[in-house]
């Protein structure tokens, strides 16, 4: 700890001296310029300035407007969804528990904290739901051939949905990021949600294809 201490004020002595007996003009030499901060937007005026008349600020405009075009036509496509390779049925229950009162504009309370509510008790599902891969043709004959029985919405997990909407003349949608796909705990398509009761009936459907497939590997 001594050690430390004059060790310290050793320091603080010849820094002291250094900073006073020792320190002597020494002149000027070069040029000093005064430190100025350029302005931030400035800077960035300038540079779009400069974009702009090399022609990279119009070429950066259209590729934006191209990626947002490929995002719309043909989105991202949900990941883990295969091809089903054998037929199952499961179900959802879309019962939740309410986390805290629930009131009406006059301050009712109409459903209290703890509730459990299911909301095909009130509202029914107006048409079944078809999951399925846009760029796998079999599964578009298969819903094309699904439209003719019943009302559909055709809902994709991947390909293009507006392209395909305009070749078989009915609104196409977009699983966009998964969402519905994981909450109905949908991993293979292509998959028909229809309601049964107070649940929903997901059943994921095997394609003649693989069916042959599959009969062909019994018989060897």
């Given at each position: 700890m001594r050690t430390f201490v004059f060790l310290t004020f050793f320091l603080i002595t010849e820094c002291y001296t250094l900073s006073t007996g020792h320190a002597r003009d020494l002149g000027t030499?070069?040029?000093?310029?005064?430190?100025?901060?350029?302005?931030?937007?400035?800077?960035?005026q300038s540079k779009l300035k400069r974009m702009e008349e090399r022609?990279?600020?119009?070429r950066h405009h259209q590729e934006l407007q191209q990626?947002?075009?490929?995002?719309?036509e043909h989105p991202k496509p949900v990941e883990g969804i295969t091809k089903a390779r054998e037929s199952r049925v499961a179900y959802y229950d879309p019962t939740y528990e309410v986390s805290e009162d629930i009131k009406d504009h006059t301050g009712r309370v109409f459903y209290k904290k703890g509730a459990k509510i299911n909301p095909l008790e009130t509202v029914s599902?107006?048409?079944?739901?078809?999951?399925f891969d846009g760029d796998d043709e079999e599964q578009v004959a298969f819903a094309r051939e699904k439209l003719k029985e019943s009302s559909l919405k055709l809902i994709l997990v991947k390909g293009a949905p507006l392209t395909l909407s305009e070749h078989i003349?009915?609104?196409v949608y977009f699983d966009q990021a998964g969402l519905l796909t994981k909450k109905l705990g949908i991993g293979n398509v292509p998959a028909l949600v229809t309601q049964e009761e107070k649940q929903l009936r997901i059943e994921e459907i095997l394609l003649s294809s693989l069916k042959s497939e599959s009969k062909e590997g019994k018989n060897r």
């Open positions: 030499h070069g040029v000093i310029y005064s430190i100025e901060e350029e302005d931030p937007i400035i800077l960035i022609g990279e600020l119009e990626k947002a075009k490929a995002a719309i599902l107006s048409q079944s739901l078809l999951f003349k009915v609104p």
